[in-house]
């Protein structure tokens, strides 16, 4: 076998020699070779034991020797490419050109073998990028996630895998993004995996009978939190995952799908310290969206001793302002007109990437009045209040909101810019777990019920119009039915936007895992989970009620889908859900007469009707972000001067 390898190397040589003796009337030209001849022919054709070695070298001369993987590595189907790229000839005298080696020179002389005969050659144009699998996705959990696979797509596309199916019959590669926040978005992912199990485990059947169209049984590839909570147990589950990645180790898919070729199984689920994929640009799932998710900081500090996130994302960490900055502006060009900033505790965001200062803990690092945080910090940056101010500067026909933010870090700074920018949505998420200061410091949540009343009734009084939501959870660790009717009256007390609700469910290695006992029956954890909703339902009421007679400014989204054919629906500022008859209306954008309202169009809305969960109106106009505030301010400034 060696002796014929060998003598198929050598014949390559020889027909390579005599092609490069020929005149090149192209820039690049790039050979496959069959994968039982590619490592031998590399060593004789380059002279050396380390071809990407003497690859490196070559660079510096007027060639370059690419190679699209390793050589030395035995791979399924492994293709050797080689491409010859020339240098300007105007940057190089013509009396220096005859001393310049062309690629022949560091070729051995090769001996043609007449037992062997000679490899056919496929010539592949160089702009030709040769398809590695098509991908199919599906993603479970918050939006953080949504971004997350919009990343891994980037790297996928990067590494020759650009095609992205929608049905996972057809697809090589099947990812499956994962959420372990509860343990019914993890039951969620069983079901699928054990689906996706028996597309691989039958698929010659599969496709015989027309339910696959994959090429091959695809590679099943489990991504995020459940990723890393999870590893062993997925790996172990009767060969149904082939790649296990956690979400710090994205850039690393690409080798462990190759370790999967060579009959291993692929896993990486080590947490960074620094990772935050600033410089990848993700590619979207929504394409032509007029909405996007930016991710800005990972991880968090917080160690809530309900919840799973610090050990499945790692510690905080934060991406440059002007990375984001970058992002922002491109999917501005795209034509998206409102960009939601993406983090575990998004508003804990502290870009140290520039000048860095050394702070005493807890000196200027300003929490939100009476919350207190168990993490101090080190080295403080730029704020979110500094970014959220720079991107509404920089950017002010585009809408910015943000999710999900901790309480603890709404310092009076952060109000006053939401309340000052006008194309910063009057609308926050405060997560409050529970109504109960006892059940709170049992959360290690940093603020009793006092303290996170008194930063609702501060955020009202900076911005009166404010909506807010939140989350809580039902029937935690020791949870008594006193400490449950405080939830309900808090509930009552903010009448809250919106609100998700959750019965609690253990995850290991949590605080509470580790120390309390999950010891309200699952009967009681429903039946309070019921009167929450119901509670929330009585008391959202006066939230749309107050909108009555308003005129709101929406984004339009799309067609309404109750009625398709007639209605437009979008969000207003505050969040809120509104539809409105797809009729004419004069256009204050172009000035140019009467339109339909067009998706990613601001239209101003007179409100005429409410229900517990939409808004309902006439369309006014077609405006302008800036322009409607603008007008709005004009107006409340002129009435206040007839007073």
Known sequence: MATATAAAAA????????????PHHHPSLIIRLPRRCSAAFSRRLLGSPNPLKTSSSLSRSSYHVL???????????????????RNSASHIPLSQKQDI??????????TPVPSVSEPQFDLIAPTEVLPRGRIYQETYGC???????????????????????????????????????????????????????????????????????????P???????????????????????DVVCGPDA???????????????????????????????????????SISAFVSIMRGCNNMCSFCIVPFTRGRERSRPVESIVREVGELWKEGVKEVTLLGQNVNSYNDTSGLEKEIEPGVNW????????????????????????????????????????????????LLYVMRDRHNICKSIHLPAQSGNSNMLKKMRRGYTREAYLELVSKIRSIIPDMGISSDFICGFCGETEEEHQDTLTLMKAVSYDMAYMFAYSMREKTHAHRNYMDDVLEDVKQRRLTELIEAFRESTGQCFDSQLGSVQLVLVEGPNKRAPDTELIGKSDRGHRVSFRNLPVPDR???DGKRNPRVGDFVEVHISKTSRASLFGEALAITKLSSFYDNLHEHAFACASRI
């Not at 080696?101 to 090769?110: D, G, R, V």
């Not at 590679?219 to 062993?232: S, T």
């Open 67 to 85: 190679s699209r993987s390793p050589l030395l590595k035995a791979r399924r189907c492994l293709n050797f490419s080689l491409g010859f790229v």
């Open 11 to 22: 014949s390559i040589s020889s027909s390579v020699s005599s092609v490069l003796n020929q």
């Open 143 to 217: 939006q953080m996630n949504v971004n997350d696979m919009e990343i891994v797509l980037s790297i996928m596309k990067k590494a020759g895998y650009s095609e992205v199916v929608d049905v996972p019959e057809s697809a090589e590669i099947i990812f499956v993004n994962t959420c372990a926040i509860r343990d019914n978005a993890e039951q969620k992912v069983w079901q699928r995996l054990n689906y996706f199990w028996f597309l691989k485990r039958h698929w010659k059947s599969n496709v015989a009978i027309g339910r696959s169209q994959s090429l091959h049984p």
């Open 219 to 241: 590679k099943v590839v489990v991504l995020g939190c459940m990723a890393e909570r999870l590893k062993e147990k997925i790996l172990d589950a009767d060969k149904m995952v």
């Open 589 to 591: 954008v172009e000035n």
């Open 366 to 413: 300003k929490l939100s009045e009476g919350f207190s945080s168990m993490c101090k910090v080190k080295k403080m940056g730029l704020r979110f209040a500094d970014l959220l101010d720079r991107l509404a500067v920089e950017f002010p026909e585009m809408r910015f909101r943000f999710t999900s933010p901790h309480p603890k870090d709404f310092p009076d700074e």
């Open 250 to 288: 994205y850039r690393d898919l690409p080798r462990l799908l190759e370790e999967v070729d060579s009959g291993q199984k692929g896993i990486n689920t080590l947490l960074s310290l620094e990772e935050t994929y600033a410089d990848i640009n993700p590619v979207r799932i929504s394409k032509n």
């Open 101 to 110: 080696p062309s690629l022949h020179h560091f070729m051995p002389k090769a």
